[in-house]
């Protein structure tokens, strides 16, 4: 391997006939790589140093085995280069449209679902408003059948109710979203007959179309939907044909906002799907590729990625071949702006991607021991990583040993609202630590991807110190701060903080144990303020829970949905508090009665603030939704059965003498009996993105400048 390495610079206003030096640097990611392939001996390291400033960026830079040991690096990471998959929209003129005024600009016909206007989103026009439609029938559903049982006949037409579908000019643009269970669905329009109002979709719905636990049809709106531009200032449309506008090619129509100026409007079309790919395989895997302070801004897709199975479920084989609106669960077939495939040994640290349409990073087939670090993904139309290959540990495909850390992933989910902020399929031995993820409508952590007791190789996975809030707000259901699934030996889930969990009808967790969860180890945790339980198990086997502090659940702090013959938590040395609420809640004679529990609990802390006599440790309750609002309210106290079954015999049932726990202060008075109070609070003050001195992966070090340079000449820009 050869000691010395080719370094080329890259400069915003640089040449594409440069020869990379300092003196004369390239304009572009695409031409630096033509010039290191040029010179590059096999193996050879190389540097593409990039000065600070915006760059166009309208082609997907490939990097395949070959481009091993290329380190992209940002001259100086406070002025970090900004790499824009869009195109600037400019040149409004006004123009009439179904009869409101708007704006039209020239743009590309095959740009993105999105724009931007000074680095906000804008929505497309959609109906209704507000609110959701219903459908009137669905094929042959039955809204009333068994929810489970035929949770997946899902279908591809549906018929609406007289006056809610308007007579549609563009239809096959309109995109029907039906929000429910734990995806959103997006349906395009194939075809629809107002005599019959009947709707068709190329696209099959993966569930049923029902209103998840209710027992109605599914409600839905539509989004795109050209007749309502106007009635609302912020929405836009792109007239790919320009036979709307009758301008007679593609533009941009859009709405002003009160006050904008059509003479100083600027907005911005994403034209890429997608930034970079780093695509080896599993005989010659891309080694080493590094991005350090580079930021990628603005990519989407034309038309809504369609799902394809097999999505790794139970129920793959029995579902009907074709393209679904969604995927099984966390938006995980939705591609991401920067893509790994057998890639080892890469890194991203710092930087960002912002404004895209899928997720933000993927690490797909292969990737094994990648380090991300530092980067900032925000406004997402989906979340911010997601891993995931083979389910086999022994394929090349497997994805394994990888770091997520001191990451911020923030408002997501605002295309595919169920993904996840940090996805893990099928990987092993990954660290995902001290990221801070907010203002999700999902889960914001999620690992494995085995339901019910069967092998899985998701194992030895360790979730810590991350700050997870704000999620859910109320749109899907059956979420969890921080949700795993199947049989995970080795898992550890310590120090994260969790608060702010809000479900719309069941399912709003901090820490979620879904179907078979086994062996793992929750501890030091702070989870408060959740919609449902801080802490639910689905079901599973001998998972430990300690040293937590769980706090104001809306149904109780604690739940298992399926208890079984053998023990699925032991819960000591907890901090359990409620307010008007259960330590344990269940539901009154149904197999998730609390009395049916089967946990080891002892040594625990438990409070109530606004206690109901009978029912501080254990009780059943009832949860009704009715106009978005959820209410609990007390059925049987089962505080006695449950101290005479031998558990929390030790506990103790006592003030914790807390600084304002209700306002989110769980600091400890000078009396307070919350001794085992203090790994939890270490969460509370250390949970998220840490300093970068304090960041200790042997990835993370900076790529240092040559110490013994030739010559450079001064950039000529």
């Known amino acids: 391997m050869s000691s010395d390495r080719i370094e080329v610079f890259v400069h915003p206003n640089g040449s594409r006939y440069a020869d990379g030096s300092q003196g004369y640097p390239v304009g572009s990611l695409l031409t630096a790589m033509a010039l290191i392939r040029s010179r590059r001996t096999p193996g050879q390291r190389a540097v593409a140093w990039v000065a600070g400033g915006r760059y166009s960026h309208h082609e997907t830079l490939a990097l395949g085995p070959a481009d091993s040991f290329t380190s992209f690096v940002a001259l100086d990471p406070q002025d970090p280069p900004v790499f824009d998959g869009s195109a600037a929209i400019t040149g409004w003129r006004p123009v009439t449209v179904n009869g409101h005024e708007v704006l039209a600009a020239p743009a590309p016909a095959h740009g993105g679902r999105a724009l931007y206007l000074e680095g906000e989103r804008r929505s497309r026009p959609r109906l209704p408003r507000t609110g959701r439609l219903r459908m009137d029938s669905a094929g042959d559903l039955d809204p009333a059948a068994h929810g489970v049982g035929t949770m997946f006949d899902g279908g591809d037409t549906f018929t609406f109710a007289e006056g809610d579908i308007p007579q549609l000019s563009e239809p096959e643009r309109v995109e029907v979203v039906v929000p429910h269970y734990w995806v959103q669905e997006r349906l395009p329009i194939g075809s629809i007959d107002h005599q019959t109002r009947t709707v068709v979709s190329p696209y099959r719905s993966l569930f049923a179309l029902r209103d998840d636990s209710a027992k109605t049809f599914a409600t839905y709106f539509l989004d795109n939907v050209v007749e309502a531009l106007g009635e609302a200032g912020g929405e836009w449309y792109l007239d ?39 695509e080896g395989s599993a005989a010659e895997p891309v080694r080493e590729v590094r991005f350090e302070h580079i930021e990628f801004a603005y990519a989407d897709f034309r038309t809504a990625p369609s799902a394809v199975p097999p999505f790794g479920v139970r129920e793959d084989p029995l579902l009907p071949a074709g393209e679904y609106g969604s995927d099984i669960q966390a938006a995980s077939q939705i591609p991401a702006a920067v893509q790994l495939r057998y890639a080892h040994a890469c890194a991203i640290i710092g930087g960002g991607v912002s404004h895209v349409g899928g997720y933000g990073i993927e690490l797909g087939e292969g990737t094994r021991g990648a380090l991300l670090s530092g980067i900032e993904l925000t406004d997402l139309g989906a979340g911010g990583v997601r891993a995931g290959g083979s389910a086999e540990a022994t394929s090349p495909g497997f994805v394994s040993h990888n770091e997520i850390s001191d990451c911020t992933i923030r408002s997501g989910g605002r295309v595919y609202p169920g993904c996840v902020g940090i996805l893990v399929q099928h990987g092993a031995h990954h660290v995902i630590a001290h990221n801070e993820i907010a203002d999700m409508l999902y889960t914001a952590i999620s690992v494995g991807w085995v339901w019910d007791y069967h092998a899985s190789s998701s194992v030895g996975n360790i979730i810590e110190g991350n700050h997870l809030h704000h999620l859910g707000q109320g749109e899907l259901n059956d979420m969890g701060g921080i949700y795993l699934l199947g049989i995970a030996p080795g898992t550890v889930v310590r120090r994260n903080h969790i608060h702010d969990v809000q479900c719309r009808n069941y399912g709003g967790w901090g820490i979620y144990l879904d179907e078979a969860s086994s062996h793992v180890i ?13 802490m639910h198990l689905h079901y599973g086997r001998e998972n430990i829970v300690r040293d937590n502090l769980f706090a104001f659940g809306g149904e109780g702090q604690v739940a298992i949905t399926r208890p079984e013959d053998q023990v699925g938590l032991t819960m000591m040395n907890n901090v359990i508090l409620g307010h ?51 209410s609990w309210s007390l059925v049987h106290g089962a505080d006695e059965e449950w101290l005479a079954a031998g558990r929390d015999a030790h506990s103790g049932v006592s003030d914790p003498l807390l600084q304002d726990p209700r306002a989110g202060d769980f600091t400890p008075l000078p009396d307070s009996p919350a001794h085992d109070l203090q790994t939890a609070l270490a969460a509370i003050t250390d949970a998220g993105p840490r300093p970068a001195d304090r960041r200790r992966h042997p990835s993370g070090q900076s790529t240092l400048p040559d110490p013994t340079p030739p010559t450079r000449a001064r950039s000529v820009f």
């Open 580 to 630: 008007g609420r259960p330590a344990f809640g269940g539901h009154h004679d149904r197999p998730d009665d609390v009395r049916a529990f089967n946990v080891r609990s002892d040594l625990n802390l438990i409070w109530d603030y606004a206690p109901a006599p009978g029912a501080v440790i254990a009780a059943n309750g009832r949860v009704e939704v009715a106009d978005g609002h959820r």
């Open 522 to 534: 929750v501890e030091g945790n702070a989870v408060h303020d959740t919609s449902s339980h801080c």
């Open 240 to 278: 790919a044909s320009g036979a709307v506008s009758g301008l007679g090619s593609a533009h941009v129509l859009y709405a002003p906002l009160p006050g904008e100026d059509p003479g100083s409007l600027r907005a911005q079309l994403p034209v890429i799907d997608v930034f970079v790919r780093i």
